[in-house]
């Protein structure tokens, strides 16, 4: 039959290990990306942002790089927590005329082992 | 830390009817939006709406949508003849300006 809903990729790691996670966006005109945080149940929570002038920007325990050459962008979390359990999804914006919808990639869901 | 509000946080109806989500955007905020996310999927992008008009819309935001900002704190998402496959969580979310996009907890929407 036909399969509904996507396989996310998954990322497990100990507490306290550095997490890195990957995203490859499709349109090379977009100029600005977001990392989100989705709980269980809850809407999309803001991480980190980056425009496409920039390669690397920090935020407290996180890191966004960006990738333009091969349309790639990745969050790394210091010292992992559990608390940070969740879907990660990144986003973008501004390809194909956009100025005003992001584009969601289809998460990756990271579990924190105590 | 301002948070953007929707009621109700789950709503049940029956196929055919017309459903009305509520948001409260950040109060300073001028730029407002609604994604949906059917259980398991992507987060997808239905509409965004600046200077009291829509500015953009995918295609899943068909006749059957409408957007209005009623008064200076609400902003409502209407559905007017609801399908099984309208059946998805809602969000709604706003920016002061056109990044940095702040997300209500969202409205699971259930049609019978």
């Known amino acids: 039959g036909e399969s509904v809903g996507l396989h996310l990729p998954t990322l497990s790691v100990q507490e306290g290990d550095n997490s890195i996670i990957n995203c490859a966006y499709s349109?090379?005109?977009?100029?600005?990306f977001i990392w989100y945080k989705q709980e269980s149940g809850k809407g999309p929570q803001f991480i980190i942002d980056?425009?496409?002038?920039?390669d690397k920007r920090q935020g407290q325990r996180v890191t966004v790089l960006l990738n333009k050459t091969v349309k790639h962008l990745s969050l790394q979390i210091a010292a992992t927590q559990p608390g940070d359990s969740a879907v990660y999804f990144c986003?973008?914006?501004?390809?194909?005329?956009?100025?005003?919808?992001?584009?969601f990639g289809k998460g990756t869901l990271l579990t924190v082992n105590p | 830390e301002p948070e953007v509000t929707q009621t109700p946080s789950h709503q049940v109806t029956q196929m055919g009817q017309e459903v009305i989500l509520r948001c409260v955007p950040i109060?300073?905020?001028?730029?407002f939006y609604w994604y949906r996310q059917i259980l398991g999927q992507k987060v997808e992008f239905l509409v965004s709406?600046?200077?009291?008009?829509?500015?953009?819309k995918s295609e899943i935001f068909d006749d059957q949508f409408s957007v209005e900002r009623p008064d200076g704190s609400n902003f409502t998402l209407k559905i007017r003849s609801t399908k099984l496959e309208d059946s998805a969580m809602y969000f709604c979310?706003?920016?002061?300006?056109?990044?940095?996009?702040?997300f209500g907890s969202g409205t699971r929407l259930t049609v019978v």
């Open positions: 986003a973008e914006k501004g390809g194909g005329g956009s100025n005003y919808k992001l584009t």
């Open positions: 709406f600046y200077n009291n008009e829509i500015s953009e």
């Open positions: 109060s300073n905020h001028l730029y």
């Open positions: 349109n090379s005109a977009s100029d600005y």
């Open positions: 979310a706003s920016s002061e300006r056109s990044y940095g996009y702040t």
């Open positions: 980056i425009r496409s002038n920039m």
